[in-house]
């Protein structure tokens, strides 16, 4: 298959998207750890514990409303950080993830 192919495919998939997500619920704590998580680099995660200090709760709270956020793709975990023993998870915005058009 060629480049144009994969390109129209993807950009429908991104539109689809897009389209799925203006139904979600965007509470306080939704905006306020993603806007937090878009502020870091490519490369960088952020763990559980500082989750929590962002939103301003306690851990098992913020761990509920990150996994919330991880079934709907927009954050997610880093793969093979698994907070194993009650170490904290490390968390990331998701792929495909544009916050502004998710918050408005």
Do not use: F, N
Not at 37 to 51: F, G, K, Q, Y
Not at 53 to 66: C, G, P, T, W
Not at 70 to 91: H, K, N, T, Y
């Amino acid at each position: 298959m060629d480049q144009a192919y994969w390109k129209e495919r993807c950009d429908a998939a991104e539109a689809a998207l897009r389209k799925a997500r203006t139904g979600i619920t965007v509470t306080d704590l939704r905006r306020c750890i993603l806007d937090a998580l878009s502020d870091l680099r490519p490369e960088s995660w952020m763990d559980t514990h500082r989750a929590a200090d962002v939103m301003q709760v306690d851990d098992k709270h913020a761990l509920a409303v990150l996994r919330k956020l991880d079934a709907l793709v927009l954050v997610e975990r880093i793969p093979g950080q698994r907070g194993v023993r009650g170490g904290p998870s490390r968390w990331r915005l998701g792929y495909l993830v544009q916050v502004a058009e998710t918050i408005e």
